[in-house]
């Protein structure tokens, strides 16, 4: 059981933004999310792309702005479980509550702030016999823990930045043999990474099939071949210990639908004339995940959002307590020490 004050769900930019306005009052962050990365739609749909209306910075990439916001929230320590879903959230009797995801790894917490944006990211998957058997045998749909594959047959799918960033990775990194197939003859792709793809294949590092796709998954309990089909109909039969299917991710509310909170238009209603509180007593929802009247999806209304519900969550953890806002200018930034 993993144990914190508050508990995010979502590590997209209001949910980082959260840890870093929770750690000014004391407060420690666990956070939670579908994908294997953090920073949420900036990581997973416009890494690459400037932001124009972030204060005091006239023009940021995504990627950097999340990278900045770990930075800036790095010296609270928060802690984190990536690539695993939340699913099911329990009230406690004590009314802390615990926080289960689909791997069954729990967390518990006195307070819940959701910043779970569009919903979770799930990937889209291909239409093929036997592919549910196969899942976490071989095919996954994200590539987690590069580092452990070695010396292995890795096929990736897909013709857009996910899939040709991760076969150039393993192309370039490891001693893997790398496959990459792609149903059409053009990549969605980043021109760089394109004319990187067919340099490694000029290399010998990698072998592209072009207007062809996975047919057939074989293996007695483990993924072991792939058939791979081309558009005249030509099948393949290739050694294959590793096969991802990298076709972009979808959000999807989902679980989060099963809470007991008040959704409406596919998002929490919350109270943002108090503090960006729910139904439920002890829940937040802060950043595009939340509804009210006047609402904007901008990554700046969150941070405002995030910093009222902290404030909030500060006063029901510490009842007693009063809070006397100071600024960052008089109080600096006071750390957390590790497993402290
Ligand atoms: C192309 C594009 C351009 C944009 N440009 C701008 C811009 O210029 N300026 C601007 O202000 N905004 C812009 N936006 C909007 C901005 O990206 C969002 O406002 C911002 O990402 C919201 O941040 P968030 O942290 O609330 O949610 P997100 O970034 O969506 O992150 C939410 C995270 O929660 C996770 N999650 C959800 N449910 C669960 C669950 N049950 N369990 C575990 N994890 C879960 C998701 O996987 C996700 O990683 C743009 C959006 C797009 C698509």
Redesign the pocket.
């Known amino acids: 059981m993993i144990k914190t004050d508050i508990i995010i769900?979502?590590?997209?930019?209001?949910?980082l933004f959260t840890v870093f306005e929770a750690g000014l009052m004391k407060l420690r962050c666990h956070l939670?999310?579908?994908?294997p990365q953090i920073?949420?739609?900036?990581s997973?749909?416009?890494p690459k792309?400037p932001?124009?209306?972030?204060p005091g910075f006239p023009s940021i990439l995504?990627g950097k702005l999340v990278e900045n916001l770990m930075e800036q929230a790095s010296p609270f320590n928060p802690g984190f479980t990536l690539g695993?879903?939340?699913?099911k959230i329990i009230k406690n009797n004590d009314n802390s509550f615990t926080v289960i995801?689909d791997k069954n790894t729990k967390h518990k917490a006195p307070i819940v702030i959701i910043?779970?944006?569009?919903?979770?990211?799930e990937p889209r998957k291909p239409k093929i016999d036997n592919l549910s058997f196969y899942e976490d045998k071989g095919v996954n749909y994200m590539v987690k823990n590069p580092e452990n594959l070695n010396k292995k047959n890795i096929f990736i799918s897909g013709g857009g930045d996910s899939a040709l960033d991760w076969a150039i990775y393993f192309a370039e990194n490891s001693d893997n043999r790398v496959g990459l197939i792609h149903r059409s003859s053009n990549f969605r792709a980043h021109k760089e990474s394109v004319e990187k793809i067919f340099l490694l294949e000029k290399q010998n590092k990698i072998k592209i099939y072009l207007n062809s796709q996975v047919t057939k998954l074989i293996g007695e309990n483990n993924l072991n071949q792939i058939i791979i089909s081309d558009d005249s109909g030509n099948n393949t039969e290739v050694k294959s210990d590793h096969w991802f299917p990298l076709f972009g991710l979808i959000?999807r509310?989902?679980?989060?639908l099963n809470w007991g909170l008040n959704i409406e238009k596919n998002a929490i209603v919350v109270n943002n004339s108090l503090d960006y509180s729910t139904n439920i007593k002890g829940i937040f929802a802060?950043?595009?995940?939340n509804t009210y009247q006047g609402k904007l999806?901008?990554?700046?209304c969150?941070f405002h959002e995030a910093t009222v519900a902290v404030k909030a969550a500060y006063k029901l953890i510490n009842p007693e307590k009063k809070y006397v806002m100071k600024y960052t200018t008089i109080q600096g930034v006071q750390g957390f020490e590790k497993n402290n």
């Open positions: 769900i979502g590590a997209g930019p209001v949910g939670i999310d579908t994908i920073g949420g739609q900036l997973e749909l416009y792309k932001i124009y209306d972030i995504a695993e879903r939340a699913e995801t910043s779970g944006g569009l919903g979770s990211f959000p509310l989902g679980p989060i802060v950043g595009d995940i999806k901008l990554i700046l969150g």
